[in-house]
């Protein structure tokens, strides 16, 4: 099993529509979760942290459930400009910390 | 700020051709990170340096690869002798207190192509 699995997608939602994606981890020791953005052919971005309370901010709410083993990332009201890849990143302790990526989850926007 | 500053944008080379990749961190940031990204593998995480000094380097492929960070505003990514297979686009990036506190300042990349 990947140490960090996402859907590729990709998702093809309109305009207006509420989308959600997830993040598996297969590490129960991973402690920090962050959702970074990537245009074609451009590099990843931050986009959010994600915290064990939940957060959100503005139209992107993002959710963590150990439990479960997975961390979530909910777009509501969807732009054209939301088109991108989303990939969740999850960083685990263990002598050094690596951050380590999904393969990401494509999301288009049509009108 | 100029953010992470990566060279070259693009390189094509022979197969067997050294390939020298460069990275500038953001001023001030202590920590340095090579990613590869591929479309079968995704964002790998080659070698990370804190302060200078590398600190994970497990995820080099092999001895054909390696990374310096001579002095805190610059860094290398070294492959001799280059093969198709890494084919990739391979990314920078610095952060200020580690990843689990910061975020990862990415470059523009460097996509390089082996023929």
């Known amino acids: 099993r990947k140490e960090v699995e996402q859907d590729p997608g990709p998702f093809n939602v309109p305009e207006g529509a509420t989308v959600a994606f997830n993040c598996t981890y297969s590490?129960?020791?991973?402690?920090?979760f962050f959702w970074y953005r990537q245009d074609c052919r451009k590099e990843p971005k931050l986009l959010m942290s994600?915290?064990?309370s939940g957060n959100e901010d503005g139209r992107f709410t993002a959710q963590l459930n150990r439990a479960s083993q997975y961390i979530s990332l909910l777009i509501r009201d969807s732009k054209l400009s939301d088109s991108a890849t989303y990939l969740c990143?999850?960083?685990?302790?263990?002598?050094?910390?690596?951050?380590?990526f999904g393969r990401g989850t494509s999301l288009i926007v049509h009108p | 700020d100029a953010g992470v500053i990566q060279s070259p944008r693009h390189e094509v080379t022979e197969m067997g051709q050294e390939v020298t990749l460069r990275c500038k961190p953001i001023s001030g940031h202590d920590y340095l990170f090579w990613y590869r990204q591929t479309m079968m593998r995704g964002l790998e995480l080659l070698i990370y340096f804190n302060n200078n000094v590398p600190i994970d380097d497990s995820g080099m492929p092999e001895d054909r690869f390696s990374a310096k960070m001579p002095n805190a505003s610059f860094s290398t990514l070294k492959i001799q002798p280059s093969e198709p297979r890494d084919s990739a686009v391979y990314f920078c990036?610095?952060?200020?207190?580690?990843?689990?506190?910061?975020?990862?300042?990415f470059g523009n990349g460097t996509r390089l192509t082996v023929t």
């Open positions: 990036a610095s952060s200020s207190q580690g990843p689990t506190n910061s975020p990862l300042h």
């Open positions: 990143v999850v960083i685990t302790s263990g002598g050094s910390y690596i951050p380590t």
């Open positions: 994600v915290y064990s």
């Open positions: 590490n129960s020791a991973s402690q920090s």
